[in-house]
C-alpha cells in the first residue's frame, strides 16, 4: 500500500517541483530582460575637454612609458596626473593639423582636415556640409534620442573678419548641439593685440567660469536622468598668457627647467589642471564618475617659444621638433588621456590615433555599430584599445594621417608642406621644390634624421600615397604666390 501511495504521489510532487522551478526560472527571465533594458538606458556620459595649444610634454603626466622627456620639466599638473592614473595615456596621439580651427573640424566630422579642406583658420567654410548628419552630437542623439549635447568656450570653427566684414562661422547648433556659447574665437577667451602680454586674473582665459557652466549643464542633465555629451572647449592655454597671482608666486619662487621656464605659462597651465580638478570632484559627488568618460587632448602642439620667434635652439616642444604652425611632430603630436569605463587604470598606449578618431570612438562607446560609419570617415573606433590595456591596432579606411599645409607662413618654417604619418615613418614634403624628408618616428621623434636619400623607394612611396589621398578628395594644391592670408580655397583655385 505504502508502494503505491508513493507511487501516486512521486508524479503529483514532480509536476509541483517542476512549476515551482518554472516559476523561478520566469522570474529570473524577466528581471534579467528588466536589467538589460535597463543598462541599454543607461548609455555613458562623455566630456570632451580640449584645451588650445598645449604641446605633448605640456603637462607633469608622463606621455610615453619610460619616457621623461614626454612631460614637463616645470609644469605642475597634479589633477592631470590623477585622471592618467585612473585611465589610459597616448604616446603618439595628433592633432589633425597644427592650427586650431582646422583639427576643431576634423573632431567633429571625423575626417582629416585636408579632406575637408580646412587648411587654416579664419578662412571661409562654405565648402563643407555642416548639415551632414556625421557629426558627434547627431550620431549620439542616433544612438539613443535621450542623449543632450553641449559645447562651452571656444568655438572656432570658421569664425572671422573678412575683407567683406562678413562673419562666415557656423554656430554650433546646425552641428546638432542643444547649449553652446556660440561662435566664439580667442577674442572671446582674451585674445587681443598685444598678443603676448603677461598678466593676472582671478579667472585666466575664462576657466573657471567655463568650468561652473560646464558644471550646472551636468547637474541639470543628471538631475532629469539624461544622458549627455560636453564639450569644454578651453581658451587656455593660448595667448594672451593669464594665471592666478597665487599660481604665479608659486612660479616665479620655483626653479626653472631647461625646456619650460616661463613662469606665467607654467601658472595658467596650473591653474587649468585646477579647474580639471573642480570638474573630476564634482562627477564624483554627483556619482556619474563609473559611467563617464573623461577625454582630454590638445587641438595641436605648443608654440615653439614664448613669444614665437623665427629661430631658436630647442623648442618648448622638445624633444620633439618646432610646434604650431608646423606639420612637424611639435606642431601635431598633442597630449591625449581617456578615462572611464573598463579602462585599466594607469594604462599606456603606444598606437597612433587621432583627433578624427574621437567621432567613431564616443559612437562605438555609445552603442553605435559602426561598420557604416567608419566608410564615410578617416577616424577609426580605439574602443578595443581602450578596452585592451593599449595593445591593439585601429582599423580605419585609410592608414595614413594626414597634415596639410599648402601655403607661407612667415611666423613658421615659412614654406609651404604636408606630411604623411603611416605606422612608425613620416614623410614631410616641401611644395616650394619637392624636396622630400623621411623620419622613423620610433627612433627619431626630434625629426633629426632625414632618411630619405637612404630609403629613396620608401620615400617615393609615400609621396604618392599622400598625392593620392590629396587627389582623391580634391585638396587644395599650393602654387607660387599662395600665403597664409587667403579667406577662401577658391581664392586660392588650385587642386590636386
Known sequence: MKLIFNLFWTPI?????????????????STLVFSQKENNNSSPNFI????????WNGTSVQMKKGDASSMSDYHHTPNLEKLAANGMRFS??????????PSRYSLQFGKSAARLNMIRVQMNTDHIDHTTKMTI???LKKVNPKYITAHYGKWGMGIGNSKMGIDFGVHPSVLGYDYSDGKTGNKDGGFQPPEWKFSTS???KKIYSLTQRSIAFIEKQVQSKTPFFLQLSH???????EATKLSLEKYEKKEKGKIHKNAYFAALTEDLDDSVGILLNKLQELGIAN???VIYCSDNGAVPTLPPRRKYKNSYNYPLSRGKWDATEGGIRIPFIVSGP????NSFSDTPISLADLLPTIADLAGHSGRRLMKTIDGGTIKKVLFSSGNRKVKRKDKGFYFHVPYINNIALGRPHSSIITDSYKLIKFHDNNELNLFDLTIDIGEKNNIADEFPLRAKKLESKMEDYFKKYKTVKWEKGIDWKFESIEEINSFY
Do not use: F, M
Open 92 to 101: 603618439q596621439a595628433y592633432s589633425s593639423s597644427p592650427v586650431c580651427a
Open 202 to 204: 582671478s579667472d585666466p
Open 235 to 241: 581658451y587656455a592655454v593660448h595667448s594672451n598668457i
Open 137 to 139: 552630437p547627431k550620431i
Open 13 to 29: 510532487n514532480l509536476i509541483r517541483k517542476i512549476r515551482v522551478v518554472w516559476t523561478i526560472l520566469l522570474v529570473l527571465s
Open 48 to 55: 570632451v575637454i580640449l584645451v588650445d595649444d598645449q604641446g
Open 342 to 345: 573598463n579602462i585599466e587604470p
Open 291 to 293: 559611467n563617464t568618460y
